[in-house]
């Protein structure tokens, strides 16, 4: 059937590399999924997998660090099947083409939930309902879950067949983040597994938010994901290259820096840079500032390369502005620190004899003229004394 795809929201706790246990899902699924499927996020459930035939894969995550969500009577377990009953009754998803999965991690166990997982026959599945409603009925005192336990019990029985039919239990992963490791082994270097991992998934996140905020479902293309991820992995895992895997700062946020006006904007306004190259250089010094504390924390660098790196980049400016003053000693200051500044943004160099990403230079320059090291204008250091700092 073609029902019409609407969202619903279920929670997870959990963090994975900084992320929810759902978006680590969906970027599992985006890597993973079979030609010509799509991936939604927190759409139709916390995340699914629409395939080319039609079918869909409705998962619910589930994380188990503070309880067992499949214990036999837990709310968690008994909230999966009503959410995915009511969409049944309502006509959102169609029992026999869909597989409605419960992914829980870390690993656990349970007696209902692994039985109605393992019953695909129509007499299995009855079984499984009677050894529960049997249970349920000898109990004294009713669990909180007893009413969807009741509902499910009770469904019209082509939606209850259907759903413990195709009904699949994943809880046997302590870690979900190693079955995406696994797979990415065979083509990214061991010490950049985590940050290729963090960085995919990050991609994946933002484009599901790029495409809410525009209006649109939070669904992507998982060929055109793949492809463009494996050229990320192909361009950041260079053994000759110190891989950058900041993301570019949120544009409210670097406007907001520009707005404030540090003194590496001031530098930028003493020479009339444009607003473009102001916001430019915010982007660039926050993912350059990001870059280094990275790069020492992971051991890809010793933290005193930078400061020669610093020494190289003092003497490339000192360099330059010698240039510029003999072949454009007769334009003004500012249009003098404008080509200055330009042909330092440019300049290409390794650090510790490995090349470094274009918007790693460029920060490291803004770095230095928001200390003061550096400056574009001539008359730099007294005309930001007269500016009040």
């Known amino acids: ?12 706790p959990g963090q994975y590399l900084g992320f929810a246990l759902q978006p680590v899902r969906a970027f599992y699924h985006l890597l993973t ?53 009511v969409m049944l009754d309502a006509g959102q998803c169609d029992a026999t083409s869909t597989r409605f999965r419960l992914y829980v991690t870390p690993a656990k166990k349970g007696a209902f939930a692994e039985a109605l997982s393992a019953a695909k026959s129509h007499e299995e599945v009855e079984a499984a309902l009677h050894v529960i409603k049997t249970k349920l009925d000898k109990k004294k005192n009713p669990p909180a879950s007893a009413a969807k336990v009741n509902a499910l019990l009770d469904a019209r029985e082509g939606d209850r067949h259907g759903l413990v039919r195709n009904f699949e239990l994943e809880a046997d992963a302590n870690d979900p983040l190693e079955t995406i490791r696994d797979r990415l082994r065979p083509s990214v270097a061991e010490a950049n597994i985590d940050i290729i991992v963090r960085s995919g998934i990050g991609q994946a996140k933002q484009a599901m938010d790029r495409l809410i905020q525009q209006g649109e479902k939070p669904i992507l293309d998982a060929d055109a994901f793949r492809r463009d991820f494996h050229a990320f992995i192909r361009q950041n895992n260079l053994p000759g290259l110190l891989a950058s895997f900041s993301e570019s700062p949120d544009d409210s946020l670097v406007a907001g820096i520009a707005a404030a006006r540090p003194v590496f904007v001031r530098q ?48 490339k400016h000192g360099m330059t502005k010698g240039d510029v003053a003999d072949l454009h000693g007769e334009k003004s200051a500012a249009v003098q620190g404008r080509l200055l500044y330009r042909q330092c943004a440019q ?6 004899g490995r090349a470094v990403p274009s918007h790693f230079v460029h920060g490291s320059f803004n770095d230095l003229a928001d200390r003061r090291v550096l400056g574009w204008h001539g008359d730099y250091v007294t005309l930001l004394e007269d500016g009040g700092e």
């Open 1 to 12: 059937m073609n029902a019409e795809i609407k969202p619903t929201k279920h929670s997870a």
């Open 33 to 85: 999924a079979p030609k010509g499927a799509k991936v939604a996020l927190e759409l139709q459930d916390d995340v699914s997998v629409h395939y080319v035939d039609g079918s869909v894969c409705l998962e619910q995550t589930k994380s188990a660090l503070k309880q067992n969500p499949i214990a036999d009577w837990d709310e968690d377990l008994w909230k999966a099947f009503d959410n995915w009953r």
């Open 268 to 315: 930028l306004e003493l020479i009339e840079a444009t607003e473009e190259d102001r916001l430019r250089a915010v982007s660039d010094y926050l993912r350059a500032s990001a870059d280094k504390a990275d790069w020492a924390e992971r051991g890809e660098i010793f933290s005193g390369s930078l400061d020669g790196w610093d020494e190289d980049l003092v003497k």
């Open 347 to 352: 300049h290409i160099a390794p650090l510790e």
